[in-house]
Structure formats: C-alpha cells, structure tokens
C-alpha cells in the first residue's frame, strides 16, 4: 500500500488529502486541521479540479497531443484490468444469442451507442437506437426474453439510460450495463456488469470515456464475429456490396 499526502487551501483553510492505492483502486479521505471527517465528495471534486487546472494551465500547447495519448493509453490499460473475463464472455453470448438488441445511452455516450449499433445492423443483427430518450423507454418495454439491452453510461447515472436499461429488464430482457463505476446505479438493472475502470483521470468526464466505451463494444463487436465467422464475414460483405453505389471510386491520382 502506497500513502500520499497532498494539500491545498480551500475556503481560508487548509485541506488534507490522504491517498491510498491498494488492489488498483484508489481510496480518498479527507480531513480539516480539527482532525474531523470531512465532506469526501467534495473534497474528491475539488482535488479533481486542481487536476484539471494543473493539465490546462502547466501544459504547453505543443505538449497536448503526447499528453492525451499518454492519458488514454494510461486509460485502456487500466480498462483491461477492470473488466471481467467472465462477464466479457457471458455478454458476447447472449449478444450472439439474441433475436434483438436494443442499445440505451445519452450525451456523449450516445457516440458509442451510435457506432456499436451501425457495426451490429452490419453484420445482419437488428439493432435499435434512437437518441430520445423517451423513445428508449418506449422501446425497453415491448422487449421479450428473446432480446438483449444494453445500457451505456459513464457515471452509471443517466435518468434516461438508467430508466430504460430498468423497463427493458422488467420486460424480461437479458441486460448489459457498460459503466465506469463499479456502484452506478445502472448496475443494479443489470445482469452483465462491464467496468471499464473505478478512477478518472481528469475532472471532465467526457475527455477520455469515450476510448473506454469504444473499446470496449469494439471487443464486443469482434467476440460476436468470431462466435460464427463465415456466417458474419457473409453478411458483413453482403452490406458493402449493398452500399458501393454510394462511394466514390478512389482516384489513381491521389
């Protein structure tokens, strides 16, 4: 177990931060000069702040791409030791499995939701995502034990995705929940749990979840591939030859 400590001044006084890593999770506790329990979540968002500051204002422009890379590498390696195997290979079953997949998220995570959704539809899977929220819930409750839902967010806290991911197991649906947090809220309408990570890296959430989130329905896509590769090599070819009418031929020029 490694100790650190690290201070600031907040509001005229001064904070303590003791940080523990252990098992690859990082605990935050905080305490005041009077030695009493203080405000943990506060504390946390305050030390992320300075995080945030402390990349933007002591970063040199020129430093930004090799920052951002170095981050998200940092990021995706971290993701593969939060995602479970298990949990990995029960949901590229049921995934394979399904008569229908329904894909929840909002905001940024609807990006993800978007491009696993197009990679599925083709390889002849039906897939469905809409980006209104209300029409997600609409969606989640006409699902059978025939379907599988999965529910994409990053905190795990998303009314519409949460609310959706919940009718959708209410109908009987198998569920995926793709979060950041191990304790979301979204967790508890789920079958299939898959962490991408317990830390964050910068106070803005959206600046490296998407990596994750790409990544992970990407090995998602690719396990569901390889679970019949000639069938889906088939239909994945059979939606190129589809679509070629609508792409300009390459120029021998350039």
Partial sequence: MVKCLS???????????HIF??????????????GNQGNVEKLRRKRLEMEYKSFIFEVRIVDIPAKVIMTNIRHLEEVLKAL???????????????????????ENSS?????????????????YFNKDGYMQKVNAKNLTERDVAIG???????????????????????TIAITNYQQALINKYADIILCTENTQYMYGNAIFSRSAQISLVDMLY??????????????????????????????SRF
Avoid at 21 to 34: P, V
Avoid at 224 to 248: P, T
């Fill in 7 to 17: 201070t600031f001044r907040g509001n005229g006084e001064k904070i303590f931060f």
């Fill in 21 to 34: 890593f252990c098992k690859n999770e990082k605990y935050l506790y905080g305490k005041n000069q009077k």
């Fill in 84 to 106: 479970s195997s298990y949990e990995f290979v029960r949901a590229v079953n049921a995934l394979e499995k399904a008569e229908n997949i329904s894909v929840y998220a909002v």
């Fill in 111 to 127: 990006c993800t939701a978007e491009d696993f959704a197009t990679k599925m539809t083709y390889i002849g899977k039906q897939v």
């Fill in 152 to 174: 994409i967010s990053h905190t795990g806290q998303s009314r519409h995705t949460v609310d959706a991911l919940r009718c959708a197991k209410e109908s009987g649906a198998m």
């Fill in 222 to 251: 690719l396990g569901v591939f390889l679970k019949n590769y000639d069938y889906y090599a088939e239909k994945l070819n059979n939606s190129w030859k589809n679509i070629q009418d609508l792409v300009y031929e390459r120029d």
